[in-house]
């Protein structure tokens, strides 16, 4: 039993997904990313928490999910077409098995992803594909701490109208607790993306802390005396927890960061690209568009070494490099803990935030790095625990006061990546849709007519779905930005369209009923919260 | 592997471009960077008469203090008016000091100079600092790089100093289709 306490290390992960979702097409590209990020992610990440609780390893983690991939993660069709996609990849990792049958090399790599793949499909059906549940158990063990994010990760401060912004936080909060029996104590700020109009409208939604990137703390007025490793209250009463600089370079970090390590498994290298295209035709797009499939065997090799003379892949090594790396990252906390409780009055706290999609996905051995860092801080009395904000806020409530600046974590901590050159004709169109709304539900929430409900609810989830963060991002960065743009474009259609209903513009109601079948999404939206 | 999808394509309903112009008088603020901000417009017809005495403007009121200003920019730090001519545009905006809170507000100058105001966008709080500034955290309290401080700006009454911008404007439904 540890006694001496000195410094809590908060592991916050945020998991997040553009909600994608085409019933349309049989095949959509962009769905991949769901099942990319369900295969590669959340499944090793429920793999790796289970594993630590059967063997007994007390371990606290906090987990944001957003509503969108929540949604996703409970949606029947998605779920189904991801578990066909399991499917595909087991049929594929057959074929590679008997393809690399001459090659002993190839083939024991064949063979390991075989097993790893399959370890991941029996998981899978052993949760009946709803991970949800399993989230929520691991909660109500105290393992996990879960939160919520903004309704669809709308980058809150650029949402102009204080009712709409009111609502991608109170529609997210309710969906949280309607999955996860109990409403979210935290919540994670879309892109860490704050301005000080967030915090009184986060503290009347009952939310007791966030997080903020390390400048948003370190600029606050008046300086925290602590810097990021103490929590700070804002006056309108709500605790945020900067982002420790050092915990994240480590992981973070293209130059010094572990997942660079030439040991460990290359991301782009992949058959997808590799093989003749008749040999992997059925596991890509219809149409012959080459995609990532998961089956990469080779490693990053070195810092410029170009894709086509990467060296084979060792699981071997590369778990040894896990356990390496491990054991650095938690000395390092260690050290850092010694050298901050030196010189700290009260108890030093770090905030170590990532994107949750870097475990597995980004990093394969991200996932066995985790555990492996549970397995380190639990194998000896040491100065630092893993901890959860809200244990951490209840056990130290000493606070100073203080008002964090405006600041996101995107490139140079500012709102670039979202507003720019590429992007900044989207918000004028954003911000009329979000004042019709609270216009039109100002006018109308006492309707007598259903269909005028019907209409209204799906205008809330149009707008919502147009304020995702993730469309200007994708177009800033020229990743699936045609997508991107027509997902804004058709989003705000809709939404018009559906707001001309109001004006007495005739709406066909097979074109509604499509349109809510479409984007199946906060199914139970409350008009109340935009009021 | 191929299944039949239970829904048609993109219904033709929801192919359409964005409206050129909602038909509002409007004026919408971001912030971008610590010293910059983007600031939209839609100036309403009905809202705006066409008048050859008066000039369309936009006021941009920055205040580092908790006081509260008025439309007239009274108790506001700096105030910059900024001429508009065309229908709709937006521009970026370099901000005079570090930190300040911003309002935009879009009317009209009287030949009196009495300003009218008719739409006003939201107060944003643009950053204390920037990301370099968080170790040496004094600097952003004495101003960054070359911003101006409004101790270096000639002060005309009530201790505010007044700018008057040019009007270089960009459609922003012009960005839209990809035209800039």
């Known amino acids: 039993m540890k006694t001496d306490r000195p410094c809590d290390l908060l592991m916050v992960l945020h998991a997040h997904l553009p909600f994608v979702r085409h019933p349309e097409y049989a095949y959509a590209l962009e769905e991949n990313w769901f099942y990319e990020a369900v295969t590669d992610t959340y499944l090793p990440l429920l793999k790796v928490f289970e594993e630590l609780v059967e063997d007994g390893i007390p371990f606290s983690m906090t987990l944001s999910l957003s509503p969108t991939l929540c949604s996703m993660l409970d949606d029947p069709l998605l779920l189904s077409r991801c578990g066909s996609y399991l499917e595909r990849l087991l049929l594929l990792c057959d074929r590679e098995m008997h393809r690399t049958r001459s090659d002993a090399a190839l083939h024991r790599l064949a063979r390991y992803y075989a097993d790893h793949y399959k370890t991941l499909y029996r998981l899978f059906h052993a949760k009946q594909g709803r991970l949800l549940p399993a989230f929520r158990g691991l909660q109500e063990s105290g393992h996990l701490e879960l939160i919520t994010t903004a309704a669809t990760h709308a980058f809150l401060p650029f949402v102009s109208e204080p009712k709409v912004r009111n609502a991608q936080i109170s529609a997210a909060i309710e969906q949280h607790a309607r999955f996860f029996g109990r409403p979210p104590a935290g919540f994670w700020l879309p892109e860490c993306a704050y301005d000080e109009s967030l915090t009184s409208l986060l503290v009347q939604n009952g939310i007791c802390y966030s997080f903020l990137e390390t400048h948003g703390l370190l600029n606050a007025r008046p300086h925290p005396v602590s810097g990021v490793y103490a929590p700070v209250l804002h006056p309108d009463g709500i605790a945020f927890f900067g982002r420790d600089p050092d915990c994240s370079r480590q992981v973070w970090s293209a130059v010094d960061g572990y997942p660079g390590d030439p040991a460990y498994r290359d991301f782009y290298r992949d058959i997808g690209f590799d093989l003749p295209i008749e040999d992997i035709r059925p596991y890509i797009h219809p149409d012959g568009i080459r995609v990532q499939t998961g089956i990469k065997y080779h490693r990053v090799t070195g810092p410029h070494v170009d894709l086509a003379s990467k060296a084979l892949y060792d699981p071997v090594r590369a778990l040894e490099r896990v356990a390496e790396h491990a054991r650095h990252f938690v000395y390092s906390r260690v050290e850092q803990s010694r050298a901050l409780f030196s010189v700290m009055q009260q108890k030093p706290v770090m905030a170590a935030l990532y994107d949750a999609e870097l475990f597995g996905h980004w990093w394969f051995e991200g996932p066995s790095f985790l555990k492996q860092v549970c397995i380190e801080l639990n194998r000896a009395s040491l100065p630092v625990v893993l901890s959860t904000p809200t244990r951490f806020l209840q056990e130290n409530p000493q606070r100073m006061v203080c008002r964090p600046s405006t600041s996101s974590w995107g490139h140079q901590g500012d709102a670039e990546t979202w507003v720019n050159g590429k992007t900044d004709w989207i918000y004028p169109h954003v911000h009329a849709a979000e004042k019709t709304m609270v216009d039109c539900v100002q006018r109308y929430v006492d309707h007598p007519d259903p269909l005028i409900h019907r209409v209204l609810a799906q205008m809330g989830r149009e707008l919502f779905l147009l304020q995702s963060s993730d469309w200007a991002f994708l177009i800033k960065n020229g990743t699936a930005a045609q997508y991107a743009v027509s997902r804004v474009q058709c989003h705000l259609a809709r939404f018009l369209r559906l707001a001309g209903f109001l004006r007495q513009d005739p709406i066909s109601m097979e074109w509604l009923q499509d349109l809510e079948n479409r984007d199946f999404f906060m199914e139970k939206l409350d008009l109340g919260i935009f009021l | ?180």
Do not use: N
Request: hydrophobic fraction near 35%; charge should be negative.
């Open chain 2, 1 to 180: 592997m191929q299944q039949k999808p239970p829904f048609e394509p993109l219904h033709p309903l929801d192919r359409a471009d964005p409206p050129l112009a909602y038909g509002l008088s409007r004026v919408g603020l971001l912030w971008q960077k610590p010293d910059w901000l983007f600031l939209y417009w839609e100036r309403g017809d009905q809202d705006l008469q066409e008048d050859p005495s008066v000039r369309v403007v936009i006021r941009l009121l920055f205040d580092s203090t908790e006081d509260i200003f008025d439309a007239q920019g009274r108790s506001a730090l700096c105030v910059q008016d900024r001429t508009v001519s065309s229908a709709k545009g937006s521009c970026y905006v370099q901000v005079p000091f570090v930190g300040p809170r911003v309002q935009a507000l879009l009317g009209v100058l009287s030949p009196q100079d009495v300003f009218y105001p008719v739409a006003s966008s939201c107060f944003i709080q643009m950053p204390f600092g920037t990301i370099q500034d968080d170790a040496h955290s004094e600097a952003c309290q004495q101003g960054v790089g070359s911003l101006a401080h409004p101790s270096q700006v000639d002060k005309v009454a009530g201790g505010s100093f007044f700018v008057h911008g040019s009007d270089a404007w960009i459609d922003w439904t012009k960005r839209q289709r990809g035209d800039t």
